[in-house]
Nanobody, 125 residues
Framework: QVQLVETGGGLVQAGGSLRLSCAAS????????MGWFRQAPGKEREFVAA???????TNAESVKGRFTVSRDYAKKTVYLQMNSLKPEDTAVYYC???????????????????WGQGTQVTVSS
């Protein structure tokens, strides 16, 4: 059974940085794409960043230039480095996984099959 465990959330002041990690286990397939999403209270879950099996990546416009997604194949872990954080970045952050090969990444909530439990990120002004 696939499990995704996010860590690294917390409370940070505006302008600060955090790095989220998402460790995968129980994989039944050899290649996969991953994504990061977030959900603020009263809002829908939204796309943040995605990375393909080959390492190609994309970010939402709202985080471009501030957030970077990367992966460690050996550790089966994906990271989200968040810099220059703003109060509007406050949300529960989720990682997600699906089968994927090559340079294909995915930005839609419905495109992912497996989800982590989420980690809270709070940015104070």
């Amino acid at each position: 059974q696939v499990q995704l465990v996010e860590t690294g959330g917390g409370l940070v002041q505006a302008g600060g940085s955090l790095r989220l990690s998402c460790a995968a286990s129980g994989l039944a397939f050899s290649s996969y794409a991953m994504g990061w999403f977030r959900q603020a209270p009263g809002k829908e879950r939204e796309f943040v960043a995605a990375i393909s099996w080959s390492g190609a990546s994309t970010n939402a416009e709202s985080v471009k230039g501030r957030f970077t997604v990367s992966r460690d194949y050996a550790k089966k872990t994906v990271y989200l480095q968040m810099n220059s954080l703003k109060p509007e970045d406050t949300a529960v952050y989720y990682c997600a996984m699906r089968y994927g090969s090559g340079s294909n990444y995915y930005t839609g909530v419905d495109e992912y099959r497996y989800w982590g439990q989420g980690t809270q990120v709070t940015v104070s002004s």
